[in-house]
């Protein structure tokens, strides 16, 4: 009997260290990642006891908490709703965060470790718990110009300080209205996520950092920033640029957008093959230089990296191993080339910085309740995508693109501007187009890359004007 209870009393014994340590476990291990765990309601509704705190752009408050008489104490509210959508995200009960709600809900919670001080301040002043305040890096009228520009057509827009690497616009159509998503209402709530997200056209996708798209002729920049990068070639290099370029290995011919793109004697420089967008010619150079020139060239403008901005931006991809044929459809941004506006924009900011690609960012400064700057983002660079010589014969062929080539509807009174179109057939009834351009182009301020989804016309006179008003915007002109 005495032994029998000895066993009971190990196998309890056992039994409750293994719940202590269990309990420890979740408790100093696991506590934060079950706190913020998506779909834990009551971490949430501990959250709506407290004050949020607000995102911002300047000073004014694109996401704020407002003090309710319901059960739950406070309401999230976005004033301007779709228009920052793509940035602010949503704060939902029952669908958690997305977007800077849910990057930087520690500090817009409160639980923040560089809010401690304050925490403490609130409980020994007994007052109620506030978070943080998070500032970004959009420029108001830069985005209020994206928005308006893409008027309901599907696509994106996204804009760099190219100095810095800081966001200045991140627009997207269509959006979505966040109030809805974070009202009190469950069955409102539910009801239109289901609306969301049954719509082909996906609203809750961030487009300017997530949909990524074949870029078409904007990618010529690449592949011109190889063809400098390798010594073979300068802007003054003759190159084939016929009305037809037989793929090789194959019968198919490739032909340009227009039969008198290309210079009539079958042969242009580099610079006016950029200029008139000559596909043939840079079929033909894709093919000179070779896949894995043309790869390397792409990842050091941040193709195959997924970057943090605090939300994920998503990898623009080069292929692996393409045959001669393929390769030459590489050069002009098509079979299997992908990218997205948010890494368009950083190919272009790194041609405006003297070749040097600086890593994207939105979130500008960290403060407390009391708007007391706690902590600022400081530029970072990623790297080195083309030698300051090279990026600067680039900048003047861009150039003149836009005042002499496909690239008008971009021009800028006053402003030298330069950029590049694109359009990529996508075998659908309408193709996708591009324009992705920066200014001024001797001291640039601003990098924007604009996309629109199953377009019926071109870059240069869809894609290009609602980049000219970004630049624009920026540019207070």
Not at 92 to 120: C, H, M, W
Not at 308 to 328: C, F, I, K, L, S
Not at 398 to 418: D, K, L
Not at 442 to 458: F, H, I, K, N, Y
Request: hydrophobic content about 40%.
């Amino acid at each position: 009997m005495t032994r029998s209870i000895i066993r009971l009393s190990g196998v309890l014994a056992v039994l409750l260290i293994a719940l202590l340590a269990n309990l420890t476990y979740i408790q100093v291990f696991k506590a934060d990642a079950y706190r913020t765990a998506t779909g834990n309601s009551r971490a949430v509704l501990e959250e709506y006891s407290r004050e949020r705190g607000p995102i911002l752009v300047g000073r004014e408050a694109v996401a704020e908490s407002v003090e309710t008489d319901g059960e739950l104490k406070y309401l999230r509210q976005y004033p301007q709703g779709e228009l920052y959508a793509p940035a602010t995200g949503f704060y939902s009960q029952v669908y958690g965060a997305t977007g800077i709600e849910k990057a930087e809900n520690p500090v817009l919670s409160g639980y923040d470790d560089r809010l401690l001080f304050d925490r403490l301040q609130q409980l020994f002043a007994g007052r109620d718990p506030q978070g943080g305040a998070v500032t970004l890096t959009l420029n108001a009228a830069a985005q209020q110009a994206a928005f308006d520009g893409l008027a309901g057509r599907p696509g994106a827009v996204a804009a760099l300080d190219p100095r810095t690497g800081e966001i200045l616009a991140l627009a997207q159509s269509p959006s979505f209205d966040p109030n809805l998503l974070s009202s009190h209402k469950s069955k409102q709530i539910r009801d239109y996520y289901t609306q969301l997200t049954d719509d082909p056209a996906e609203p809750l996708l961030n487009r300017p950092l997530a949909a990524v798209d074949p870029p078409g002729s904007v990618f010529k920049v690449v592949v011109a920033a190889a063809a400098l990068e390798s010594g073979r070639f300068t802007p003054q290099t003759v190159i084939p640029g016929p009305a037809t370029y037989t793929l090789p290995g194959t019968s198919t011919q490739l032909q340009n957008a227009s039969r008198t793109a290309c210079s009539r004697t079958d042969k242009v420089t580099l610079t006016e093959a950029l200029v008139v967008s000559c596909n043939t010619a840079f079929a033909w150079l894709a093919n000179q230089l070779g896949d894995d020139a043309l790869r390397a060239q792409a990842e050091k403008f941040g193709f195959g990296t997924t970057f943090d901005v605090p939300m994920a931006a998503a990898a623009g991809r080069y292929p692996d191993n393409p045959d001669p044929a393929q390769t030459a459809l590489t050069g002009i941004g098509q079979y299997e080339v992908r990218t997205s506006a948010m890494n368009m924009a950083q190919v272009v900011a790194a041609v405006a910085q003297n070749g040097s690609v600086m890593n994207p960012f939105l979130v500008k400064e960290i403060s407390s309740p009391e708007l007391k700057v706690l902590d600022s983002t400081k530029p970072t660079v990623f790297g080195q995508a083309l030698s300051p010589e090279h990026s600067q014969e680039l900048t003047e062929m861009m150039v003149q693109v836009v005042e002499r080539g496909t690239g008008s509807g971009g021009a800028i009174p006053g402003v030298r501007v330069a950029g590049k179109t694109g359009t990529a057939e996508t075998g659908n009834s309408a193709d996708t187009v591009w324009f992705a351009s920066f200014a001024p182009a001797d001291t640039p301020q601003v990098a924007v890359a604009v996309v629109l989804q199953g377009a019926g016309g071109s870059g240069g006179s869809l894609a290009a004007p609602i980049a000219r008003s970004v630049m624009e915007a920026v540019l207070n002109r």
